[in-house]
């Protein structure tokens, strides 16, 4: 889109395990601020894809670049303080911690030392002025959130953090469609008006697409089609093949 | 009754002392997910030390010091060498690699420093206090060990709930994924899980030698009970570990007091009781239902 | 025809009696009496690792067993003067009953909680010898009696004779071991070990499943006890410390989890380290307290470094190095894996030590750093 250096490049990326190659020669690319929306059927990758870009899973061939600097082969801590955070499918918040807990796990991720404590609460005073219900939770277990609430939580962390890539695997998932449009537009929101690169995986395709700048759909590893969102969406063939819609 | 007080005051003494090595299980369980079986050897090392610095330097508190410092180093690097790069293998291996640990550490304390009993000195009187005339069962050392304890136990309490460090270590205990995708070194916090679990070692074995004498194995009837009550607290714990410790304390107490000599003999059979019936009704342990469900 | 077929099993029991019966007629005294000791060994680790590998129980205790079975074998030889082979069989029934007493209450228990209770039970069954010395002799124990068979003539040495019978004991106790994994009681033992839920969901009673396994490795312990009885001639509280329960475990591990050669590696292990370890000791005239220890100290290194080097275990470093030359299918031996081979990555063994509930992994290891 814009002629800078794009925020996420992943290039002819192989991750697996053992003997199973889940992604297999996989590139993406992801402009500044900008929402690319990874599909597929279950099984495709999506998830591995995830993983190996946060450094869960450590890739056996290919690169990342981030704000094209290479940061290939880090581990999950070491991703996380060059400025990539991944909430993964299920488990966005620790259950077992209050709500401000959880945020200020977000900010661990902050790069270099010394952060002076009226930083630290101005970045909760972000958070909680545009989530009102978590200001009123916060010293509540995040166990005891509903579902919406949990995924504000995620997104909210995710604000503390300030991070300049966002994973989210299913944000929506198991949510009630009425939440999920609510967890979609949050998600909007942090690439706008925050400047965050999001990378989402969703199974829910036409909710995906319909926020999303670009799309790319894998199938059995391999990336079958990458295109802006409008062009994926209309492609009827491809979304009845791939997609399911 | 006179009686009744005096086993309640030593049960809870003995008590303390359990409640610290089940509080260092703990510790090691939440983070690591391993039981250490070398935790015992590992406080009678460190007692070791303490017992050469003392009379090296003539002074209690410099050995008290040196223990405690040493048993966290010790736990470090325990962690470090040996455990870690167990992890990730088959569990049970990890268990057999601390077992090793224990067996190479009593082997080297008999090398180094012999295997016959020594004595170990107390920080302060042994003497029975009293009230009035009323001997309480209790001596100033008691509550020292009470003491040391409790202080040492809400030190960590309050660490870890409103300290950064102590969040990174709560995090990583409850979802080491989420953890480590936040930025949190996971390996570090775990290393220092293990010190702070060194740490509580050393503490029970500097507090618990006077009593029984200091040798190779003398930690290993203390690490059994210290076990038991972690297990009959639920090791996910950390209160379970104290309320375990008090308890069992208590009521080898009142067994070996009431049921006279036999009851010395009948102590194992007796913690075994309780643990059957703790565990029927609650095979996770008291505390057990604590354990919040994951997102 | 699979690696563990009966044919074949029977014939290795078959070669390595004979093996273990040459041996004993061409080693001394001592030789003799070690190979009794493997064998006794090789009875109780068959046992444990089939309760802990395959039907993923974790005993710290069946030292107990082996005290249960021993003094209900001294009590018997003195006061009603059966037979050996009588005894023995009521020894293991005795175990067998009490290993039913334990599955059942330890069926709800799971990882550590189980280790804990087993743990517990190890230390606390032999100091019932010391609360009661009228029946158990207290410290001192008790004495038994055992000769060799007539039949066998005056001159026969004991010690080889024992070493004949224990040797017995252990082979037929492995080819039962052997027909009962590849049953479909181990089918179901394997099945509760992988998921209890699934197994529960399948058709599995998993608590009769689990109970047996108790029951099963009580009995293998049961007559390792009575073998040990006769063989030392003395059965007193000392002998069953929590050491020995620990030994076993350690046995199991070693040897390779799950695996009955494991056992028999295992054995080797925990019987001749050690007494190799003090005879260099010794050999180099040290200081008593010092040469004692050098063994010990040296015991908990091997075992140390046999995991980090070995994490499946003495028959996993024999089965990769058979796989390397090529020889048999990479399942000889191998109790733990479904015949059609999907075996589970080592670090799934959930079952042994996380009871239930989500543990952290706080090193994941699938291609991670």
Redesign the interface.
Same mark, same amino acid.
């Given at each position: 889109m814009s002629s800078e250096t794009p925020s996420l490049v992943v290039e002819d990326l192989v991750?697996?395990?053992?003997e199973v190659i889940a992604l297999d020669k996989v590139t993406i690319t992801a402009g500044a601020a900008s929402i690319t929306a990874v599909l597929g059927a279950n099984g495709a990758g999506k998830t591995t894809l995830l993983r190996a870009i946060?450094? &869960? @899973?450590?890739?056996?061939a290919g690169r990342i670049l981030l704000d094209g600097a290479e940061r290939t082969?880090?581990?999950?801590?070491a991703m996380?303080?060059a400025g990539i955070?991944? @909430?993964?499918e299920?488990?966005? @918040?620790?259950?077992?911690?209050t709500v401000e807990?959880n945020l200020? &796990?977000?900010m661990?991720?902050?790069p270099g030392i010394g952060w002076r404590r009226t930083e630290r609460a101005a970045a909760l005073a972000e958070a909680y002025d545009r989530f009102g219900p978590l200001a009123d939770r916060r010293r509540k277990?995040?166990?005891t959130l509903s579902g919406g609430e949990?995924q504000m939580l995620v997104i909210a962390r995710a604000l503390v953090?300030r991070p300049r890539v966002l994973l989210l695997d299913e944000p929506s998932l198991g949510l009630a469609p009425r939440i999920m449009t609510q967890v979609m537009d949050m998600v909007v929101r942090l690439s706008r008006e925050n400047g965050i690169t999001i990378v989402l995986v969703e199974q829910n395709a036409r909710g995906a697409l319909a926020i999303a700048d670009r799309g790319v759909v894998l199938n059995l590893g391999r990336v079958v089609a990458s295109a802006d969102a409008a062009t994926l969406a209309a492609d009827v063939a491809l979304r009845h093949h791939y997609l399911g819609f | 009754m006179v009686e009744f007080l005096q086993f309640t005051l030593s049960g809870l003494s003995f008590g303390m002392i359990y409640a610290a090595i089940a509080l260092s299980l703990v510790l090691i369980w939440r983070g690591t997910r391993l039981l250490n079986f070398a935790q015992g050897g590992m406080a009678m090392f460190t007692t070791y030390i303490a017992i050469e610095v003392i009379h090296g330097t003539g002074s209690y508190w410099a050995g008290f010091v040196v223990a405690l410092a040493a048993g966290a180093v010790l736990g470090a690097v325990a962690e470090l060498a040996v455990v870690r790069p167990a992890l990730g293998k088959p569990e049970l291996n990890a268990v057999i690699i601390t077992i090793g640990l224990l067996i190479l550490i009593e082997g080297l304390a008999g090398i180094f420093y012999g295997g016959q009993y020594r004595s170990f000195p107390a920080a302060f009187s042994v003497i029975g206090l009293r009230a009035g005339s009323t001997p309480l069962g209790v001596s100033r050392f008691d509550l020292f060990v009470a003491a040391a304890v409790l202080a040492t136990t809400l030190l960590l309490a309050v660490g870890f709930r409103y300290t950064s460090a102590g969040l990174r270590m709560r995090a990583a205990a409850f979802n080491a994924t989420v953890a480590r995708l936040s930025g949190i070194r996971v390996a570090r916090v775990i290393t220092l899980g293990w010190a702070l679990a060194g740490l509580l070692g050393a503490l029970a074995g500097v507090l618990v030698s006077p009593s029984t004498f200091l040798f190779p194995n003398s930690m290993d009837s203390i690490f059994v009970l210290g076990f038991t009550a972690a297990v009959i607290g639920g090791l996910d714990s950390p209160l379970g570990a104290v309320v375990g410790g008090l308890l069992l304390g208590l009521v080898l107490s009142y067994a070996g007091g009431y049921l006279g000599s036999q009851g010395s003999n009948l102590t194992p059979l007796v913690a075994l009781g309780i643990l059957v019936v703790v565990l029927m009704l609650r095979p996770d342990g008291i505390f057990s239902g604590t354990r919040v469900r994951r997102v | 025809m699979t690696a563990l077929s009966t044919p074949r099993v029977l014939g290795a029991a078959l070669v390595t009696a004979v093996v273990v019966v040459i041996l004993s007629i061409q080693l001394n005294t001592f030789r003799d009496y070690q190979i009794a000791e493997i064998a006794i060994e090789v009875t109780a680790v068959a046992g444990l690792t089939v309760l802990t590998g395959l039907s993923g129980q974790i005993s710290l205790g069946n030292g107990a067993f082996m005290a249960i079975g021993a003094y209900a074998t001294a009590l018997l030889t003195l006061h009603l003067n059966w037979p050996f082979y009588v005894v023995l069989v009521v020894s293991a029934l005795v175990t067998a009953a009490a290993g039913g007493v334990v599955g059942v209450a330890a069926a709800r228990l799971r990882g550590p909680y189980l280790a804990g209770a087993t743990l517990l039970l190890g230390v606390a069954l032999p100091s019932l010898a010391e609360a009661y010395p009228g029946v158990f002799g207290g410290d001192q124990g008790l004495d038994v009696n055992f000769t060799t068979p007539g039949f066998l003539g005056v001159n026969f040495p004991l010690t080889r004779w024992q070493a004949w019978v224990c040797s017995a004991v252990a082979l037929v106790t492995l080819v039962l071991l052997a027909n009962l994994g590849r049953s479909r009681v181990g089918r179901n033992w394997r099945a509760v070990r992988d998921d209890e839920v699934a197994a529960a969901l399948a058709g599995v009673n998993v608590a009769r499943a689990r109970i047996l396994a108790f029951v099963v490795s009580a009995t293998c312990a049961g007559m390792a006890g009575a073998l040990l009885a006769i063989v030392t001639g003395l059965v007193a509280p000392g002998a069953f410390t929590i050491t020995l329960s620990i030994a076993l475990l350690t046995a199991a591990v070693i040897g390779g989890l799950g695996t009955l050669p494991g056992a028999v590696w295992g054995s080797l292990v925990i019987v001749l380290v050690p007494t190799y370890a003090t005879d260099v000791a010794t050999s180099h005239g040290l200081s008593s307290s010092v040469a004692s220890n050098i063994p010990v100290a040296a015991y908990g290194a091997v075992l140390i470094a046999v995991m980090l080097v070995f994490p499946q275990g003495i028959q996993g470093a024999v089965r990769w190095i058979a796989g390397l030359l090529g020889i048999t299918s990479a399942r000889s031996g191998r109790l733990v894996s479904a015949p059609e081979g999907d075996e589970l990555p080592p670090s799934r063994h959930q079952a042994l030590l996380t009871p239930g509930g989500d543990p952290p992994d706080p090193h994941e290891k699938e291609d991670t750093q």
């Open positions: 991750a697996g395990y053992g946060s450094g &869960i @899973v450590r890739p056996r082969g880090r581990g999950p801590e996380a303080r955070a991944h @909430v993964p299920g488990q966005g @918040v620790i259950a077992e911690l807990e200020r &796990i977000g661990m991720s902050w277990l995040a166990a949990r953090a | - | -």
